[in-house]
């Protein structure tokens, strides 16, 4: 019984596999189409992310540029919005949109929106659960089978599923906002918001991906340990 659902197992990982990886490629496609339609407004994706804070009363944030490939990002810590340099000048729908998103996270932090505070606050727990889940599943494997240690292992990888579950709503909901501040005209024509759309709803896909991919890898311990117990 263990040997089959040890073998059996490995059909998770590469499940979870192949959903990341064409989440990856879907997000990358979606983006690199999009980035090709300039906006009919000539609006960057920092004057576009500019004017969003402004307008929502942000005009402290600062919005920097940062290196890499949609590595954009909201950090709350020290209030900052950075865009990569594939949105920071580009005046492409995608990269309005990605900005667009990322302001959305920055309003969700100023109306204190619940599941960012939930997620920020799983942080340590889940830095946690990263660094020492499977050291302690080892180890306990190692001193033959010690179901304590295993069980604990794998609560804490646990943890990392609930923070890509909470995460969820925090993405969803941050590109719900992008979608409704462009729907108003300001920056973009109506036309040019379906656009936005597919970029975003591409990217949250990777969010669903990430915690598909991780919760089969937890239900992957459960079994391997699971049939072990048996």
């Not at 959903?19 to 189409?33: D, E, G, P, Q, R």
């Not at 929502?56 to 919005?81: C, E, F, R």
């Not at 970029?199 to 598909?212: N, Q, R, S």
Request: glycine content about 8%.
């Amino acid at each position: 019984m263990y040997g089959y659902g040890y073998g059996s197992s490995y059909l998770l990982i590469i499940i979870g596999l192949v959903i990341t990886l064409w989440a990856s490629w879907y997000v990358n496609h979606n983006f690199k189409k999009y980035d090709q339609f300039a906006s009919r407004r000539g609006t960057s994706g920092a004057e576009a992310a500019r004017f969003i804070l402004d307008q929502a009363g942000l005009q402290d944030i600062q919005i920097n540029k940062v290196s890499g490939n949609l590595t954009d990002n909201y950090n709350p810590g020290n209030k900052t919005l950075n865009l990569s340099e594939s949105t920071y000048d580009s005046t492409s729908v995608a990269a309005i949109g990605v900005a667009a998103h990322e302001c959305g996270h920055a309003i969700q932090d100023q109306k204190n929106y619940a599941p960012m505070r939930v997620r920020a606050a799983l942080v340590p727990a889940v830095n946690l659960g990263s660094n020492a889940s499977f050291p302690i599943i080892i180890v306990g494997a190692l001193l033959g089978m010690n179901h304590f240690l295993i069980t604990i292992g794998i609560w804490l990888f646990a943890l990392i599923v609930l923070f890509q579950v909470v995460t969820l709503p925090v993405e969803f909901n941050a590109s719900g906002r992008a979608i409704k501040i462009l729907s108003s005209g300001d920056l973009l024509d109506s036309d040019e918001v379906p656009m936005v759309r597919q970029v975003l709803l591409a990217a949250a896909l990777t969010y669903v991906a990430a915690a598909i991919s991780t919760a089969l890898q937890l239900l992957r311990l459960i079994i391997i340990f699971g049939d072990n117990r048996n």
